[in-house]
């Protein structure tokens, strides 16, 4: 049979264990303390004078380079359709599109002629024809353009071009498919909003400030089916 341990040793080994926790804790604490007095108190620079002198650049920002555009000036003939005109309720919505269009072509380096007539366009030339909210057009009108296209001049047109005549009474997508040359032409519907994010840095975003949201509004659009790009 073992002797039975007195435990009264056992207790005393408890506390002086118990107490040396407590020390320790109270010493723990107490360095803690003091590290918080002597970062409050101390002035980091008298520690590191080095750290003040040394000079920090940050990097260059990356500006983005504006889009291409010519150099050398160009001859470009801007009509202007009296029948189209007259299809906008408000009357001076077409004015100011066609001078916005004259600024924006001056702009680029364009010596401009305005045109009213069939005849105007016919003595383009090898000049840039540009014909914005033009959708109301004389049959002679519709005539000189193609002409213009077929001998290999450049054409800027937007929208429902040439669709209706001069009175603007509905003819079809046909003058729009021709003067494109494509499959097939036809007004989307509206549809729900779509949102674009700019990317920083690359080709495509050129001139553009990075991280701009650029809203395609959700109205009707005509839209082209040619033998490759959809537009």
């Not at 002035?43 to 555009?69: F, H, I, N, W, Y």
């Not at 353009?145 to 669709?163: E, F, K, P, Q, R």
């Not at 909003?193 to 005509?222: D, H, M, N, W, Y």
Request: charged letters at 25%; glycine letters at 10%.
């Amino acid at each position: 049979m073992r002797p039975r341990r007195d435990p009264v040793p056992r207790a005393r080994e408890a506390w002086w264990w118990l107490g040396g926790v407590l020390t320790l804790g109270v010493v723990g604490a107490g360095v803690v303390a003091a590290g918080v007095a002597l970062w409050e108190n101390v002035d980091v620079r008298q520690l590191a004078p080095d750290l003040m002198q040394l000079e920090v650049s940050l990097p260059e920002p990356v500006v983005a380079t504006g889009p291409a555009r010519r150099t050398e000036p160009f001859r470009a003939v801007l009509f202007e359709s009296a029948s189209s005109a007259t299809y906008f309720d408000d009357p001076a919505f077409y004015p100011g599109e066609m001078a916005r269009w004259r600024a924006l072509l001056e702009s680029t380096g364009a010596d401009v002629t305005v045109v009213r007539s069939a005849a105007g366009i016919e003595e383009a030339g090898d000049a840039l024809l540009v014909v914005p909210e033009a959708p109301c057009l004389a049959s002679a009108e519709r005539s000189a353009i193609m002409t213009h296209i077929l001998d290999g001049g450049s054409v800027v047109g937007n929208w429902a071009l040439g669709v209706r005549d001069a009175d603007c009474a509905w003819l079809g997508w046909e003058t729009l498919r021709e003067f494109t040359s494509a499959e097939d032409v036809r007004e989307l519907g509206q549809r729900d909003g779509l949102f674009v994010t700019v990317p920083g840095s690359v080709p495509s975003s050129a001139g553009l400030e990075a991280g701009s949201r650029i809203e395609l509004k959700p109205e009707p659009a005509v839209a082209l089916r040619l033998g490759g790009p959809r537009v």
